[in-house]
């Protein structure tokens, strides 16, 4: 079998983890009245992940203190009803009712969120925070939510977040000269306790983002848990709930006095909708045997240390690309990342059929991003030729943006690659949809994050204009 080496056009791509939570909300009546809130109106999986956040949805309201007042008429406990649990003191009562008509009148000092590892925190309001985040997608979630609010700034950040094409990802804070990062740790590895203790010093109090105890900053609730002016913050970026992440940086930074950082936690979830809901539409329509059969895999050299694996079952998960329709056949593999080899990828090609295939590049910035999706490209024809058919066509994805917050550019990618013809998505531009994520995180000035392209084969011209 001959790999099909088609005209490579240029593409814009990007894309993020995200889970919707479908809330009942309490409509009035066309006689005016409302309908009834009771226990069954609770929610066990908000979109926001703020204590007090009893219906689910994406705010507080009134109608999450009717829920937490007939929790407490029930004599509801904490075990089933968690989120009623607005203070976070183990009990569900009138105190509950009144910190969250506290949160919704912006005099709250104390807001209960709950993290990735499960764990309730109590987080300290602040007018401004300075953010540290271990995780180069943590950091465009905060830079989401605080592009606008001039006293908030992103102060630190680790090695994931430093450098691109010997051009800084992120210069940090008003405070440092360019090239002056501060290192504040490793993945899978230890946050430098003496340099969050000089950025305490610098700026009195810091935000550590990151994600879960399990891979970031192992040391830091040994090290600081007990620490005011520590806030250790773990929420999903790369991980499932992404959206579930902004919304809930949003809110913590800025939804009690409903800020620019809550305004713009907004702006993103009503950008992410409005491009995923309409593609929804489609693809729940669409059987799953009449869906494009993809994979999503790395292969070797696309970075250093690199070598070649499928991300397998949990590949529609992480990288979205179910959500756009696409029908992932990496179960043939097993689970998480898996190496493979050319004769295994021939058997699954025989077995199960690949109609698309992404691969995933490291390096998103600059000329050198450019060159790795062109590289990435050419790398998965030369190490798949022979094994796949030609009717199989190879998408080059940038890991680093389908690890982030920008999925709704992806999600127009996939929808176009996967069903050119569809008309539904004839109109669809996902250079348009791109240059307003830049807008949205503050990038749209940057002279180094001008070409941020994808690149597949299969069309003479861009499928996007």
């Keep these: 079998m001959q790999l099909s080496k088609s005209y490579i056009a240029i593409i814009v791509v990007a894309v993020v983890a995200v889970a919707a939570v479908a809330v009942y909300v309490a409509m009035p009546h066309d006689n005016g009245e409302k309908e009834k809130v009771t226990v069954d109106s609770y929610s066990s999986e908000p979109l926001l992940w703020i204590r007090g956040n009893a219906d689910g949805d994406k705010d507080i309201d009134e ?23 607005a203070n976070n003191d183990g009990v569900i009562d009138n105190k509950d009712v009144d910190q969250v008509k506290a949160m919704i009148d912006g005099t709250a000092k104390i807001i209960a969120f709950k993290d990735l590892d499960n764990n309730v925190h109590n987080y300290t309001v602040r007018e401004s925070v300075n953010l540290v985040t271990v995780n180069k997608c943590q950091a465009e979630d905060v830079l989401i939510v ?10 630190g950040g680790d090695q994931q977040c430093q450098k691109y094409n010997n051009e800084l990802c992120f210069n940090f804070g008003t405070d440092e000269k360019k090239g002056e990062v501060l290192v504040t740790g490793t993945k899978n590895g230890e946050v430098q306790a003496e340099i969050v203790d000089r950025l305490i010093a610098q700026y009195g109090h810091v935000e550590i983002c990151l994600g879960s105890i399990k891979s970031y900053g192992t040391n830091l609730e040994s090290d600081f848990g007990t620490d ?24 913590l930074f800025g939804g009690v006095a409903k800020n620019e950082c809550w305004d713009q936690a907004m702006k993103y979830y009503d950008w992410y909708m409005k491009y995923l809901t309409p593609i929804s539409e489609v693809v729940e329509k669409i059987p799953e045997n009449e869906r494009p059969k993809i994979l999503t895999v790395y292969v070797k050299d696309c970075y250093p240390g690199a070598t070649n694996k499928v991300l397998s079952v949990t590949s529609g998960d992480y990288e979205r690309s179910e959500l756009s329709g696409g029908n992932n056949v990496g179960d043939y593999f097993g689970e998480g990342y898996v190496a493979f080899t050319g004769d295994e990828m021939a058997a699954c090609e025989k077995l199960k059929g690949i109609d698309i295939i992404y691969v995933q590049p490291s390096a998103i910035y600059g000329e050198d991003g450019k060159q790795a999706v062109i590289d990435a490209v050419q790398l998965g024809i030369n190490e798949l030729d022979g094994y796949i058919t030609t009717d199989t066509k190879i998408y080059s994805l ?5 690890a982030g917050p920008g999925c709704p550019v992806s999600f127009v990618f996939y929808a176009k690659t996967m069903y050119p013809d569809n008309p539904a998505f004839a109109d669809f531009d996902a250079n348009k949809v791109f240059k307003e994520y830049l807008e949205l995180i503050g990038w749209d000035k940057r002279s180094d994050v001008s070409d941020i392209p994808g690149y597949g084969p299969g069309y003479t011209t861009s499928p996007f204009h």
């Design 63 to 85: 109608k999450d203190i009717q829920i937490i007042q007939a929790v407490i008429d029930e004599n509801g406990k904490v075990s089933t009803y968690e989120w009623c649990d």
């Design 146 to 155: 605080t592009n606008t609010h001039k006293a908030s700034k992103v102060v």
């Design 228 to 251: 005011p002016a520590v806030s250790i913050i773990r929420l999903p970026s790369w991980e499932d709930g992404t959206i579930s992440g902004v919304l809930t940086y949003g809110y």
């Design 398 to 402: 940038s890991f680093m943006l389908t």
